[in-house]
């Protein structure tokens, strides 16, 4: 080989090498940069301030549809796979799920496997390409669902089985989810049991499959709901079907052995539906019923079409009838306030518990003599007192961290209802009257936000009700009580109890 041909090539192979040096250079500083751009996983959530972390932004839910399988057991974890259809609000690199007391086996997004990890309670997915804003999206997450928890809400474990209490921020304890009530979507359930146990859910059953010794039941929604009003039930109990208003389908879910023991109040339900009809039109859903629960939770709660009871409000004798009725209307209102139309955020939680009561205690005085006035001059009375440890009705303070069901005090409940009647004394009968059947059916199936409420009530009445609002839902101190001037509150002595 000529010596002018071996020095070219010995020029060349420097050459290459310094190319390939700076090559491996300028992809490791690409890599490094890349690396400091893409920030470490995080919990997100969509600005509430009583709840910084829950929900998550990016992406609009449309459907859901979770699998559980319970293998008899109330104290192991449930086999599930939850499958999220939704639609990407923006260009989304990373997804965050809330989903907390659960072992996440496998992510698929689109159709193919995805990266995940955890921070804090959220579940945070790295899909293999971005997803472009407007696109469809599709969430598979293979998990399992465990009872066990030391913090309440989500599963409750009762005598025979399994129910759901989600209410505030517990959805996402049981299933990966957008866990906030701004985001609502349809859902459909399928619970595969042991064939002598019952499974029920949200909506209308759609199939039922037997398979050896398991039966697979699937439930569906026709209207889309909130992920704190989700409810799956499994035990050993007995579904009892009636009719409501307009051939409205009521089934009832009861322990089995209380089956005879609880009709005196099942068979009020048709008659309730009834009465809240007259009171701010048709009912909203596809269904309604009542699901009665062997356990101890506190409270009693609006589960979307199935509201869940704890079986000693009917059972013991110390609670009077017309007690029970009343709890009863409360959750049934919910389907119309708080479920129907459900609150943009959680400082509109006024909203939903102040019409409960409100309605609740209407019924009271329509059908056992319970004055409305009495109810509310007491309530005026210690108004006062419900601010100053909870704050107003619509700038509630947070709750203690793990204890979100302090949320639910005194003056999101009376307090509130307080509030409407002072618009009603404000405004009149015939006006109040409108603006309630408006409001369930301008924001039907959708979200609303205080601010909504007071234009409405502007509206309706003809007059700038901005001052009156902003005085009986942000002071510190109750206003005077329009037509009762005489009432009083008395100066808070000590913090009341949270009610659930």
Known sequence: MPLTSRRTSRLSSRLSSRRLRAALLAAASAGMLAAATVPAPVPLGIGDPLFPHLGNPGYDVLTYDIAFTYGGSNSKPLEAVTKIDARATQSLERINLDFTHGSVRSVEVNGRSADFTTAEEDLVITPQAAVAEGMPLTITVSHTSDPNSSVPGGWVRTADGLAMANQADAAHRVFPCNDHPADKAYFTFRITAPAELTAVANGLPVAKAGAGATTTWTYRTRHPMATELAQVSIGKSSIVHREGPHGLPVRDVVPTADRERLEPWLK????????????????????????????????????????????????????????????????????????????????????????????????????????????????????????????????????????????????????????LYALRQEIGNEAFDLLERLWVAEHKDGTAT?????????????????????????????????????????????????KP
Not at 281 to 292: H, S
Not at 459 to 476: A, I, K, M, N, P
């Open 450 to 498: 205080t601010a909504d409420f007071t234009e409405l009530a502007s509206q309706v009445s003809g007059r700038d009700l901005s001052g009156f609002f902003q005085e009986w839902l942000y002071g510190e101190k109750t206003p005077k009580m329009p037509g009762h001037a005489d009432w009083r509150s008395a100066a808070p002595t000590a913090t009341p109890k949270a």
């Open 268 to 419: 009020k339900t048709p008659g309730q539906i009834e009465w809240m009809e007259s009171k701010i039109g048709r009912y909203p859903f596809e269904t309604y019923g009542v699901l009665v629960a062997s356990a101890t939770t506190g409270f009693e709660l609006e589960t979307q079409t199935l509201s869940l009871f704890e079986r000693e409000l009917f059972t013991r004798p110390e609670f009077p009838q017309w007690y029970v009725d009343s709890i009863m209307v409360h959750e049934l209102a919910h389907q119309w306030f708080g479920n129907s139309v459900s609150p943009r955020g959680w400082s509109d939680l006024w909203l939903n518990e102040g019409h409960a009561t409100w309605y609740e205690a209407l019924y009271a005085e329509e059908h056992a003599a319970k004055s409305l006035e009495t109810r509310m001059r007491d309530a005026y009375t210690k108004s006062d007192g419900w601010r100053a440890a909870g704050g107003p009705p619509a700038a509630p303070r947070p709750a203690a961290p793990g204890q979100q069901l302090g949320l639910f005090r005194p003056v999101v409940y009376d307090g509130s209802a307080l509030v």
